[in-house]
Each structure stands twice: as structure tokens, then as C-alpha cells.
């Protein structure tokens, strides 16, 4: 028993709780903000994941999108 609780992912746990949300902004809003299109599917979904925690202000997504784009690689 203890091998099987200690072999799961809370993070993993944590997730299966929550309805999948979609991303406030589309590919092409992103691209067209300067986002590489390389970056846009990791940005997408870390806008998603934020939709569903929060309420975001639609104004401050562009800004938001960019500070998030320039920490991936």
C-alpha cells in the first residue's frame, strides 16, 4: 500500500479534479502579437491553466502573453 501511495503525482492528482479550460487568446491573436510560432502552443496552455484558476482582465493578456512567452526557451 505504501508503494502505491507514494508512486502517485500529486500534480498529476491534482489535475484530474479540474475541467480543461481553453485559452483566453488564439494562435493567431499570439502570432500577431510577436509570440514565435514555436512558443504559441506552451503559451496557450499556461493561459489556459491561469483562465481556470483566475479571472483574467482581457486588457492585460497581450502583456501577459509576452512576459510569459520571453520564459520559455
Known sequence: ??????????????RLKSTPCKSPLTAS???CLG???????RVEAELARLNAETTLDRA?????????ADQFL
Request: net charge positive; hydrophobic share 60%; glycine share 0%.
Open 1 to 14: 500500500m505504501a508503494r502505491f501511495v507514494w508512486s502517485i503525482d500529486p500534480l498529476a492528482v491534482s
Open 29 to 31: 491573436e499570439l502570432a
Open 35 to 41: 509570440i514565435p510560432k514555436r512558443k504559441i502552443p
Open 60 to 68: 492585460l493578456l497581450p502583456a501577459l502573453a509576452r512576459q510569459i
